[in-house]
């Protein structure tokens, strides 16, 4: 049986982690995601989410994973894509990516007007949208 204290333990465990996915969902300043649906994937555990971004001029987009697959297309604007072991990348307007799960990456606005993206994002049910991540040794 689990003491009061055990349970305070518990309970400020849970909403220390609450706090974290929250920071992170604001993430870096000068990135939005706005989740426009979400719902069951056909995928046992885990659940499909379709999100707006908007990275902001100038901005830099912390290095994270994600509990899922990312597959984004760009709206307006340009980005260059930072990805573990792959050299960096622009990616325009009318074009897209994916990121496998688990693949530490980042994306620089280095342009004077902000980037809109679609991401959908096929990720673990019931985890974070996105974890911060180290940089990685080379990309």
Avoid: C
Avoid at 48 to 62: C, L, M, R
């Amino acid at each position: 049986m689990l003491t009061s204290r055990k349970h305070l333990a518990i309970r400020l465990t849970a909403v220390g982690a609450l706090l974290f996915s929250a920071a992170l969902m604001a993430q870096s300043p000068g990135i939005t995601r706005t989740i426009v649906t979400k719902a069951d994937s056909t995928v046992p555990g885990k659940e499909d989410i379709i999100a707006k971004v908007e990275i902001a001029a100038g901005a830099t987009v912390g290095w994270h994973t994600h509990f899922g697959d990312e597959i984004s297309y760009i709206q307006e604007g340009e980005a260059e894509l930072l990805v573990a072991n792959q050299p960096p990348r622009k990616v325009k307007a009318g074009e897209g990516f994916v990121i496998p799960a688990g693949v530490v990456h980042s994306a620089k606005n280095h342009g004077a007007v902000p980037i809109k993206l679609v991401g959908v994002y096929v990720v673990d049910k019931d985890k974070p949208l996105a974890t911060p991540a180290s940089a990685p040794a080379t990309y």
